[in-house]
Structure formats: C-alpha cells, structure tokens
C-alpha cells in the first residue's frame, strides 16, 4: 500500500474525529500504477472550516475555501483536502459557480472527470470505485464519469486534460469519450490560454506525446490554428519521409528537456509559407527559420510565456536550420548564443535529423563535434568577440580615431581575427589600423 505514514496519520485524525477520509483522483490512479505520488488529494466529509480547526498545527490555509478546498503541507509538499460536494452549474465553463457540500462519497465521486480520477481509498487501504475507474486503470482506458458531452460542456479544460493525460500515460480514450471531445473541441477557446499552456506544455513531455498530437492534431489546430496548413504538406524532399506536420511531430520525442521539446513542437511551423521547388521538383524552404521563430514568438506570447523562455526558444528556432561549415562560422554563432545555448543548439539540430530519412543522420557526430570545438574555444580563451580582442577603444582613441570611426573599426579587427587573417595581438591590430585603415 503507497499511503504515507504521514498521509495516514492524517486520514486517521480526520476519522478519529467522526470524519469520512479518502485518498481521491491522481494520487490513487498512480499509486495504483506504481508511479510516485507528488500531489496528494484528499476528500473528506469533515466541512472546511473543521477541517482548519482540527488541523490548525499543520497551519492550513483555505485556498478554495468557497469550493471546500484546505491545504497543508506534508513531508514538504502540498495537500489539498476538499469537503465531498455537489457542483452547481458551470457558466464559465471552467468552474462551478456554486456547490453544495454532501456526504456522500459516490455523489462527490460522480462529479469528478474521468473514472480513472474517480477512485477513492482510505487509510486501510479499501478501494472505493463506484464506476469502474480501477479496471480502466488496468485497462489504460481514459473514459469520462457519466456522459462525455456533460463532462467536457461543464468544464473545457478536460477536453485537454484528456489527450494531455493519454500522452503522459499511454492510455488510449474510449471511442464515446473521443468522439465528444472531438467534437466540442472548439470550446477550448473558453479557457484561458494560461492553462492550455500548462497542459500543452505536459503532453508534449508525454511518453506518448507522438501518437497523441498525430491522433488529435485537429485538436492542437484549435488551439493553435497556426499548424493548420502543415497538416500533410508535403515536403518534396529527398531529406524528409514525413510531411511538415508529422516532421515537426516527431522531432519531439528527440530531446528530453521541456525546453527543447517546446522548440521542436514550434521549429518548423512556418515551413509552408516558405515552399518553393526547382526544377528537378525538389522542395525548398528558404529563410522557414526566422519565420518560425516569429510565429512562435507570437503563439507563446498569446499563451503567457514568459520573456526570457520565448526569447531562447526563439533564438534556437531561428538558428535551428544554420549551416555551420566553418571556424568562423562557428565562432560567431559562439559570440551570439554563448556555449551554453550553442550546446543545446546542437541537440535541436540532432532532433531535428532525429525525423528525417535516416541516411541524415550521419550528420550528428558532426553536431557533437562541433559543441567538443566550441568548448575547446572557451577554455583556450579564443577571441569570438569584442570583450576577448586584444585593443579596445582606448587604444584605438589613442592611435587617433574618434566617433563612429571607432566602433567600426574594433568590427572590422574582429572579422579578421576571427576570420584568421590576423592574429590577436595588440602590436599587430594597431599596425593594420595604422598602414590599412587610417
């Protein structure tokens, strides 16, 4: 049994008191599939207010009070404990506007999303599943509480939350349920675009991420109509088996980080602006990069990115299509990212390989040999950009430039020092500024 000694402490306390408790909804579906459990949800037939009084040492605070919801903290994490209710009617469709606390468990249960989230357990143990939500579990079924259609009109988000949690799970949603979300898709344009951020952000780190945003793409161009016209465009290319959709689909699954997983679901969504094809009808899409990140930049800030997250993102879509052939090359794009981000530049490109044909991807070494170069360059102090050249405007003031002069000058030193045509030395640089460029 996965309760914890102090979660069952809890529960008891509750019960000693003449209370109903129950461990509810994720925590059990995931003790139940031998995952750890991080968010503990509890429900109870003790009202909030006794709640606060019988838990006033673990200081609890009423953070939905209005909706019966207390939370503690135990062993340094939240735990929500919600009053058994009935909800009222949901205008907003996002929450209800009243509710009316019950005690009885089945009717609380009857209100939940999905049968997998509609099991409860107490402190021995004993399951409480009046509709069958362990045996979905089993089954890795995502099936809602009653009729889909309800479900999704009273609150939109579960539309999402159900192909967000196929993703992350691996289950599959029963035909009646997908046929209603489906169909009812359009109502996410009620939830704000701050939650469909969060729950976008958990599908794509899914472990079945792919299946999911291939099966429900009409879903993802509801909410981010901007992937429409990659859906089956074909590429015409020798490089790609897939077309832009399915391309950028599978790109995901590459990397592990929600950063980079976030910029291969955005790469290459302003690829079919960009088509063109020559004459031996081979698809091109020049300068896609830039128009990637401009869309993105956009999409992420309708969805309430931060800036400093869109602003990375963003960088390593616009590069992520760069050729890097050259020493040089490679130098300025060191100055410009830092090593940091020209690391994970190199896993965008390998991601990005990691969904075309396969003779590609001989070009990955390449990538990690050139993140070995770049790191190398930063030990050796190499000269990438004005801080490491060896005269500054100082010096150059001093040799008789002023203004503008300046500035275009110390430019003008660092593509030849980067470019190998002139060494880094200080004696040299002036000398060149003193026969060349004065």
Same mark, same amino acid.
């Given at each position: 049994?996965?309760?914890?000694?102090?979660?069952?402490?809890?529960?008891?306390?509750?019960?000693?008191?003449?209370?109903?408790?129950?461990?509810?909804?994720?925590?059990?579906?995931?003790?139940?599939?031998?995952?750890?459990?991080?968010?503990?949800?509890?429900?109870?037939?003790?009202?909030?207010?006794?709640?606060?009084?019988?838990?006033?040492?673990?200081?609890?605070?009423?953070?939905?009070?209005?909706?019966?919801?207390?939370?503690?903290?135990?062993?340094?994490?939240?735990?929500?404990?919600?009053?058994?209710?009935?909800?009222?009617?949901?205008?907003?469709?996002?929450?209800?506007?009243?509710?009316?606390?019950?005690?009885?468990?089945?009717?609380?249960?009857?209100?939940?999303?999905?049968?997998?989230?509609?099991?409860?357990?107490?402190?021995?143990?004993?399951?409480?599943?009046?509709?069958?939500?362990?045996?979905?579990?089993?089954?890795?079924?995502?099936?809602?509480?009653?009729? %889909?259609? *309800?479900?999704?009109? =009273?609150?939109?988000?579960? @539309? &999402?939350?159900?192909?967000?949690? #196929?993703?992350? !799970?691996?289950?599959?949603?029963?035909?009646?349920?997908?046929?209603?979300?489906?169909?009812?898709?359009?109502?996410?344009?009620?939830?704000? %675009?701050? *939650?469909?951020?969060? =729950?976008?952000?958990?599908? @794509? &780190?899914?472990?079945?991420?792919? #299946?999911?945003? !291939?099966?429900?793409?009409?879903?993802?161009?509801?909410?981010?109509?901007?992937?429409?016209?990659?859906?089956?465009?074909?590429?015409?290319?020798?490089?790609?088996?897939?077309?832009?959709?399915?391309?950028?689909?599978?790109?995901?699954?590459?990397?592990?980080?929600? !950063?980079?997983?976030?910029?291969?679901?955005?790469?290459?969504?302003?690829?079919?602006?960009?088509?063109?094809?020559?004459?031996?009808?081979?698809?091109?899409?020049?300068?896609?990069?830039?128009?990637?990140?401009?869309?993105?930049?956009?999409?992420?800030?309708?969805?309430?990115?931060?800036?400093?997250?869109?602003?990375?993102?963003?960088?390593?879509?616009?590069?992520?299509?760069?050729?890097?052939?050259?020493?040089?090359?490679?130098?300025?794009?060191?100055?410009?990212?830092?090593?940091?981000?020209?690391?994970?530049?190199?896993?965008?490109?390998?991601?990005?390989?990691?969904?075309?044909?396969?003779?590609?991807?001989?070009?990955?070494?390449?990538?990690?040999?050139?993140?070995?170069?770049?790191?190398?360059?930063?030990?050796?102090?190499?000269?990438?950009?004005?801080?490491?050249?060896?005269?500054?405007?100082?010096?150059?003031?001093?040799?008789?430039?002023?203004?503008?002069?300046?500035?275009?000058?110390?430019?003008?030193?660092?593509?030849?020092?980067?470019?190998?045509?002139?060494?880094?030395?200080?004696?040299?640089?002036?000398?060149?500024?003193?026969?060349?460029?004065?």
């Amino acid at each position: 049994m996965f309760i914890s000694q102090p979660c069952r402490e809890l529960l008891s306390r509750l019960e000693n008191a003449g209370h109903k408790a129950y461990l509810v909804g994720g925590c059990v579906r995931d003790g139940l599939l031998g995952k750890n459990i991080h968010d503990l949800d509890i429900t109870t037939s003790a009202r909030p207010e006794q709640v606060m009084e019988l838990l006033a040492d673990l200081s609890p605070v009423p953070t939905g009070i209005t909706h019966g919801t207390v939370t503690v903290t135990l062993d340094g994490a939240p735990a929500e404990i919600t009053t058994f209710r009935i909800d009222g009617s949901y205008s907003d469709s996002r929450r209800p506007d009243s509710v009316v606390f019950t005690d009885d468990l089945e009717m609380d249960l009857a209100r939940r999303d999905f049968t997998m989230n509609a099991v409860a357990m107490d402190l021995r143990g004993d399951i409480i599943d009046p509709f069958g939500g362990v045996s979905d579990i089993q089954q890795k079924i995502i099936r809602c509480v009653g009729q %889909p259609r *309800r479900r999704f009109t =009273e609150d939109a988000l579960r @539309i &999402m939350r159900a192909v967000r949690f #196929a993703s992350q !799970l691996g289950f599959t949603i029963e035909p009646e349920t997908r046929s209603a979300l489906l169909e009812l898709r359009t109502r996410l344009d009620l939830v704000s %675009p701050q *939650r469909l951020r969060e =729950e976008l952000d958990r599908l @794509i &780190m899914g472990r079945s991420s792919t #299946a999911v945003l !291939l099966e429900y793409r009409e879903m993802i161009g509801t909410v981010i109509p901007e992937f429409r016209p990659c859906f089956d465009f074909d590429q015409h290319s020798r490089y790609h088996r897939y077309n832009v959709y399915e391309h950028i689909v599978r790109s995901v699954e590459a990397p592990e980080s929600l !950063l980079l997983r976030r910029t291969m679901f955005f790469h290459d969504i302003g690829k079919p602006p960009m088509f063109t094809m020559d004459s031996s009808g081979e698809g091109h899409f020049k300068g896609h990069a830039p128009l990637s990140a401009d869309m993105a930049r956009k999409i992420m800030g309708r969805f309430g990115y931060d800036n400093a997250t869109i602003d990375q993102t963003c960088r390593l879509i616009a590069h992520h299509s760069d050729k890097i052939r050259t020493l040089p090359q490679l130098k300025r794009l060191l100055a410009e990212l830092g090593l940091e981000e020209l690391l994970l530049l190199m896993e965008v490109k390998k991601a990005d390989n990691s969904a075309k044909n396969e003779f590609v991807l001989a070009e990955n070494p390449g990538f990690d040999r050139l993140g070995q170069t770049a790191r190398q360059l930063i030990t050796e102090g190499a000269c990438i950009d004005l801080k490491g050249l060896a005269v500054n405007g100082s010096h150059l003031t001093a040799a008789g430039l002023s203004g503008k002069a300046v500035g275009q000058t110390l430019s003008i030193l660092l593509d030849k020092v980067i470019d190998d045509e002139l060494p880094n030395d200080r004696e040299a640089l002036l000398h060149y500024v003193k026969e060349v460029l004065t």
